[in-house]
């Protein structure tokens, strides 16, 4: 006769270790795994060996898996003809940060006009997360550069769609744009008019002035940048003295690059002055002349 004792059946059930963590620009790792159930009281963790690597690394956004299979775990107790391994893998998962604001501030430069070309370029970044960097995003504009030589204003064009997220560590990015710009201001100019001037012995025709001379307290101001609606002549027969009566309203800028024109009248004037004349009074009776008279 015999003695049979027959191997029985045995359920494992393996639960790898798992870890989530927001992403930090740090490594996480989990290791390990638990033994949740065995369906026999008899069969125990010292009845399998492992084989394998219960580890888990990771740094950006995602997850990342164990590998545990059933093929990693091996009964090693005869006693138990099949040992079923029910495994359920472990992971380390990192989760993207929830919110990042990202201000791009345009850089800007203000000046007097000069004539010259002026040019500012570039913009400043400031980021609500200090994880995130301008690696992190693109820019798909076509100029960070404004450039403006007359007076007024020259915008970059920065806009919020032409900044983009680019990092999977990052779920919700928003951009805060402000324009960059070159501005130029207007600047001043005094205008000085002087009326020409003539000055005759009377002669008893008629004599004409015309025209003025100007002069600019700026260079840059010239004849061309103003118009002239009035009269610039003056005519007279008789003597006296005939003003040509310029008004600083005569006159109008036409150039937007000087703010405050004033324009300041030199009066000139037409002068005829009298002649001396010599009257000789003959008295007719007498045949003889008399005295002169002035």
């Known amino acids: 006769g015999q003695l049979v004792i027959k191997p029985i059946e045995a359920t494992v059930t393996i639960t790898g270790h798992n870890n989530t963590a ?17 369906s026999s009281e008899l069969y125990t963790e010292d009845d399998f060996e492992f084989t394998g690597e219960a580890e888990a690394k990771r740094t950006d956004n995602g997850t990342t898996p164990m590998g545990l299979t059933a093929a990693n775990f091996t009964n090693t ?9 029910d495994v359920t893998d472990g992971y380390q998962a990192i989760t993207p940060v929830e919110e990042v604001v990202v201000t791009i501030t ?3 430069n203000t000046t007097d006009y000069d004539g010259e070309e002026h040019t500012v370029t570039g913009y400043d970044v400031q980021i609500s997360n200090p994880l995130y960097t301008e690696d992190d995003f693109t820019f ?9 030589t007359d007076a007024g204003t020259e915008y970059m064009g920065l806009a919020e769609d032409q900044f983009a997220n680019k990092s999977e560590n990052f779920k ?14 207007p600047i001043d100019v005094t205008v000085t008019i002087t009326e020409h001037s003539d000055e005759v012995d009377y002669d008893s025709k008629e004599h004409t002035v015309t025209g003025y001379d100007t002069a600019f307290s700026n260079s840059l101001y010239k004849a061309t940048d103003f118009t002239f609606s009035g009269n610039d002549s003056v005519s007279g027969t008789d003597a006296t003295s005939y003003d040509m009566e310029l008004k600083a309203s005569d006159f109008a800028n036409i150039n937007d690059n000087f703010k405050n024109v004033t324009f300041v009248i030199k009066d ?6 009298p002649v001396d004349v010599i009257v000789t009074i003959e008295d007719r009776k007498s045949g003889s002349a008399g005295m002169p008279r002035p």
């Not at 992403?23 to 949740?36: A, F, K, L, P, R």
């Not at 107790?77 to 391994?85: D, E, L, P």
């Not at 919700?172 to 201001?185: E, L, W």
């Open 106 to 108: 345009g850089h800007n």
């Open 268 to 273: 000139g004037q037409l002068v005829i002055n």
């Open 22 to 38: 927001p992403y930090n620009g740090e490594e996480h790792i989990v290791t390990g795994y638990d033994v949740t159930s065995i």
């Open 172 to 185: 919700d990015v928003t951009f805060v744009v402000t324009d960059g710009y070159q501005k130029i201001n």
């Open 140 to 148: 798909s504009g076509t100029s960070t550069e404004a450039k403006l």
């Open 77 to 85: 107790n005869n006693n138990f003809s099949k040992v079923t391994f």
